[in-house]
């Protein structure tokens, strides 16, 4: 006797990704195992819905793994236990987003300093760290000088950067010319925004 097995795949956080285009359920692949000899008996591969199905498995106990996480997703390390019988089973596997995640620390290059201590034209180090990215994946940082009292864009400081990851976290550095005597008895603070595509994934605006 043969039954079928359904896997319904749902994000473990909707405040994080509903309405993203940076996550898709879609695509995530889960191989159907003995629990004990570890024997594949077929592939599912989920659609737009986070859905998938595979018939004609013969009765008994089974385990589904996942083998490929979907865009924007954790692999799901767990193993799910199924048993195929006359009823249809439904397996629902809650997904992890990887959140990605920027912090910076901006420094005069020269000297280190926070607090601009030359005269005239400087250059701003800033050093952007970033977490939660998929490796692999190209992505987009785009930065720029704030007069922290204001709120105001220091003219001339915007600045971007493309990268594509090799790991899942790491460090850039963006550089920013400024004037002092412009911005003489202000502070200045860096704003960096992290994209993917065309879509604002991460931001650090403090």
């Known amino acids: 006797d043969f039954g079928r097995v359904e896997l319904v795949k749902k994000s473990s956080d909707e405040s994080v990704t509903s309405g993203s285009t940076y996550y898709s359920l879609e695509n995530a692949v ?42 924007g997703y954790e692999l799901d390390e767990s193993e799910h236990p199924v048993t195929v019988s006359a009823e249809s089973q439904t397996v629902t596997v809650m997904e992890k987003p990887r959140v990605p995640d920027i912090v910076t620390y901006a420094a005069q290059k020269e000297t280190g300093d926070k607090s601009p201590v030359a005269e005239g034209t400087i250059v701003i180090t800033d050093m952007v760290k970033y977490s939660g990215v998929e490796q692999g994946k ?13 709120g105001e864009e220091v003219p001339g400081t915007a600045g971007e950067m493309e990268f594509t990851a090799d790991e899942a976290s790491g460090t850039l550095e963006m550089e920013y010319s400024l004037d002092t ?5 202000k502070t200045v603070v860096a704003f960096e925004k992290l994209y993917c595509g065309d879509e604002v994934i991460a931001v650090h605006e403090d």
């Open 181 to 185: 005597a412009a911005m003489a008895g």
């Open 138 to 150: 190209s992505y987009r940082i785009t930065g720029r000088l704030m007069d922290k009292s204001t």
């Open 30 to 71: 889960y191989e159907l195992r003995s629990p004990e000899s570890g024997k594949v008996y077929g592939t599912l591969n989920t659609d737009s819905s986070g859905v998938a199905s595979i018939d004609n498995i013969p009765y008994g106990e089974y385990v589904l793994k996942e083998i490929k996480a979907p865009e």
